[in-house]
């Protein structure tokens, strides 16, 4: 068997293990017994359990970050680009739970090196919604202008609140990648709808 070919065998037997043990309680036995290889080729392909960790989180990260971008619609409205790529990103945190949880949970709880790693995604992703809020706002002609932080502001809220429906979505029995999708729109879009139209809250 090809290399490269082992290889992604062994990171997906590692990601499907550590999402479920945890970092500190995996092992590399396990790893290798579901991989169906030895352990020293593990050790031979991956160097450490460190190393596989990071190589787990980087390729999870990758591919969400694709999914999301290959998901939006880039001719399309701001507000159908915004959809499409939150679509993207719950139907792959759907078809994907194990990926989701290695990044959202382990890789986040261990500390450094590995809760950096998931940050550099976390960056790309709000870099891609401010673009399309600042979209948004110059489609609409915004009277506000939204400067200063407001549209890197408007970005984390939005992408920390479909980190947080993601992990609700994924619950046995939860809603489809399209309806979750749906339920953040509509929770967000009317206010950036309003805010493009020059309509802010004040206290």
């Known amino acids: 068997m090809p290399r490269a070919v082992r290889e992604q065998q062994m990171l997906d037997a590692a990601v499907r293990t550590f999402a479920r043990c945890g970092y500190r309680s995996a092992s590399m036995d396990e790893i290798a017994e579901l991989a169906g290889v030895s352990k020293p080729l593990v050790y031979l392909y991956l160097n ?7 190589a787990c989180i980087r ?13 939006v619609e880039p001719d399309a409205a701001a507000d159908r680009q915004l959809w ?13 739970p194990d990926g989701w949880a290695l990044l959202h949970v382990q890789a986040r709880t261990q500390g450094e090196p590995f ?12 870099e891609l919604v401010t673009r399309q809020i600042a979209a948004a706002a110059q489609e609409a002609g915004c009277a ?12 984390q809220a939005l992408v920390g609140a479909a980190e947080s429906l993601a992990e609700w979505a994924g ?13 953040l729109m509509n929770f967000a879009w009317a206010g950036l ?4 139209q020059g309509q802010a809250w004040s206290p």
Do not use: I, W, Y
């Not at 390729?59 to 998901?71: D, F, K, N, S, Y």
């Not at 506000?144 to 970005?155: C, D, F, N, R, Y």
């Open 48 to 54: 450490s359990k460190e190393e596989l960790f990071t």
């Open 59 to 71: 390729r999870e990260a990758a591919a969400l970050v694709a999914a999301v971008r290959a998901a």
């Open 84 to 96: 499409s790529g939150l679509h993207g990103f719950f139907a792959h945190t759907a078809a994907h």
């Open 115 to 126: 809760a950096r790693e998931v940050a550099a995604m976390r960056a790309e992703m709000v």
């Open 144 to 155: 506000l202008g939204m400067a200063g932080q407001e549209v890197p502001g408007l970005a």
């Open 171 to 183: 619950a046995e029995g939860g809603p489809s990648a399209k309806e979750t999708a749906a339920t």
């Open 193 to 196: 709808g309003n805010l493009t």
